[in-house]
């Protein structure tokens, strides 16, 4: 199975400044057709996740251009660049190029 | 808007046999693959299967065969029966849609979960 391994598990972010998750894959996510098999999901209290990147770095539909998305092999970073109130909760990466699909631990976005 | 609902028998004794139905509205079944993952406290997230109307599917390993999807498009549901449950299987259990063709990433909708507990 693939490894998905991210840093940091908590990070304290004050309203309005921005955020950084990592994300590192025990394999190249690189699919034969030149995309990175890499999503970012965003799981707020008491709530199932909401797809938020897709392909690596390709914000899904409805998703504010504050979130930014790069990698590439096995290293990935989620970007916020102004973090809001709504964007507080777990952040997960996935990798959806081989089974079974595996997610990371999860990174925890608080309030500082 | 597509809507998933989870519905399940809420608790389970061990040994017992799971059966889940993730109903589907607003949307049609048909172009899509559909998973089950389930989240607990200890092992977060965890993928389970797919199943597309095709009759295609594929399963985590680390279930060692006990599950089973199934698709019926004519009621609109995604189903999954997971057998010889024990307490380790007590989990939060959702159904979600692969938005992006056949790339087993991509969930874009999920159901708000439906939680299972084995006790005895």
């Known amino acids: 199975d693939i490894v998905m391994t991210q840093a940091p598990l908590s990070l304290p972010v004050t309203p309005g400044e921005p955020a950084s998750i990592s994300c590192r894959s025990s394999?190249?996510?690189?699919?034969?057709?030149?995309?990175?098999?890499l999503d970012w999901y965003l799981q707020r209290p008491g709530q199932s996740p909401q797809l938020l990147i897709f392909f690596s770095s390709n914000r899904a539909s409805g998703v504010p251009d504050r979130f930014s998305a790069s990698g590439s092999g096995t290293d990935f970073t989620l970007k916020i660049s102004r973090v809001e109130a709504e964007d507080f909760g777990v952040y997960y990466c996935?990798?959806?190029?081989?089974?079974?699909?595996?997610f990371g631990g999860g990174t925890k976005v608080e309030i500082k | 808007q597509v809507h998933l609902q989870e519905s399940g028998p809420g608790l389970l004794r061990p040994s017992e046999t799971l059966s889940l139905v993730c109903s589907v509205s607003g949307g049609s079944l048909s172009s899509y693959y559909w998973s089950w993952i389930r989240q607990t406290p200890g092992k977060g997230l965890e993928w389970i299967a797919y199943v597309h109307k095709s009759g295609k599917t594929n399963y985590n390993p680390s279930l060692k065969s006990r599950a089973t999807i199934s698709i019926d498009t004519s009621k609109n549901e995604i189903s999954l029966t997971v057998t010889s449950m024990t307490a380790a299987d007590t989990a939060v259990y959702s159904c979600?849609?692969?938005?992006?063709?056949?790339?087993?990433?991509?969930?874009?909708?999920w159901g708000r979960g439906t939680a299972v507990t084995v006790s005895s």
């Open positions: 979600a849609r692969h938005d992006y063709g056949d790339y087993k990433g991509g969930l874009g909708v």
């Open positions: 394999q190249s996510l690189l699919h034969s057709n030149g995309y990175y098999y």
């Open positions: 996935m990798q959806g190029l081989q089974t079974p699909v595996t």
